[in-house]
């Protein structure tokens, strides 16, 4: 089983560079989502905590993977306080994601070595989050902050910053290379990879192939941007 401490999973985070968000509350259907994220590349998945019971479904995840694809880590995102992060952490969570900033959350999860990227909208709440350990800080809504134009702004004061966005950015070469360009490291994409036409036609091997393709396409561009 390959290592999922806290820096393993930071590293594996930068490297995979879009991370899938995803939630469901079929246990099955998640199982066979996440599956086809792994097969195509995507070992880093952020399962939303949404909807009633969805800890319970994370937890038949966790389970499962264990078993069946342990290089399989799984994060959970929307986590605006330190209980559920408890509860997510005690049932197997490699990595927590907020669309906030929670002092307690960044406290416990600093307790455990889990990896914790809070929700934060402002230079100085990047900055809070770094001097809470935070290493990779989650910019939210990203588009809506100010979308790779913020970023930019943010790196030229705060050159060590990590940001990873969520909301706005867009499955697209356009799109993708504005925000690498701009110096992120990472990025979370839902629907607008993991499609609700492909779910509701259970085409796992076309999440599997979509995932994929989005994968490769950054790569090519990271490569681009660091041969510049």
Known sequence: ???????????AMMEQSVIPVFYHPDVELCTN???????????????????????????DLTRHFAKADPSVIMGVGSIVDAPTAGLYIANGARFIVSPLTSVD?????NRRG???????GSATEIGDAQELG????????????????????????????????????EPTE???????????????????????????????????????S???????IKTELAAK
């Not at 195509?40 to 969805?54: L, S, W």
């Not at 959350?105 to 999860?109: E, F, N, S």
Request: proline share 6%.
């Open 1 to 11: 089983m390959p290592s999922q401490d806290r820096l393993s999973v930071l590293n």
């Open 114 to 120: 889990i990896p914790y990227s809070p929700g934060c």
């Open 33 to 59: 989502v996440i599956q086809a994220c792994a097969n195509a590349g995507a070992k880093c998945v952020e399962f939303t905590n949404r909807g009633d019971f969805a800890a319970h479904v994370f937890l």
């Open 174 to 212: 356009e799109s993708l290379r504005k925000w690498f360009s701009a110096g992120i490291v990472a990025c979370g994409i839902g629907s607008n990879m993991i499609t609700k036409k492909l779910l509701d036609a259970k085409d796992y091997k076309g999440i599997e192939d979509n995932v994929r």
């Open 105 to 109: 959350t960044a406290k416990l999860c």
């Open 214 to 220: 989005i994968l490769q396409l950054v790569k090519r």
């Open 134 to 169: 935070c290493e990779i800080v989650k910019v939210f809504p990203g588009a809506s902050v100010g979308g790779p134009d913020f970023v930019k702004s943010v790196m030229g004061p705060m050159p060590w910053t990590r940001i990873m966005p969520t909301g706005g950015v």
